[in-house]
């Protein structure tokens, strides 16, 4: 059984930092893509980033480059995800994604992931 639990959400104010961290069991994590997507109220689930199996390609929306940073630690079977400069739309919860595929891509469709966490709340303040 294939889980995904994420943590390090919580409130902060615009232009502040925070690190999301997803602990991933029940499968060969070093196999796999991972993805972080987010769903804020009202709103569509929409990709955040995402990193291959291998660590070394990594994507990201637009919204997001050049202030959020996926990674990984696959001694840990941990994927991170470093966010610096929050700002107010950047509230939403988030949620880590394991890839459908063994040797994946960092694919931004949705589709791409099997296995999904329950989600970490990101508030920021303005």
Do not use: H
Request: aromatic fraction near 14%; charge should be positive.
């Amino acid at each position: 059984q294939v889980q995904l639990v994420e943590s390090g959400g919580g409130l902060v104010q615009a232009g502040g930092s925070l690190r999301l961290s997803c602990a991933a069991s029940g499968r060969t994590f070093s196999r796999y893509a991972m993805g972080w997507f987010r769903q804020a109220p009202g709103k569509e689930r929409e990709f955040v980033a995402a990193i291959s199996w291998s660590g070394v390609s990594t994507n990201y929306a637009d919204s997001v480059k050049g202030r959020f940073t996926i990674s990984r630690d696959n001694a840990k079977n941990t994927v991170y995800l470093q966010m610096n400069s929050l700002k107010p739309e950047d509230t939403a919860v988030y949620y880590c994604a394991s890839g459908l595929r063994t040797y994946g891509g960092a694919y931004y469709y949705a589709g791409e992931y099997d296995y999904w966490g329950q989600g970490t709340q990101v508030t920021v303040s303005s």
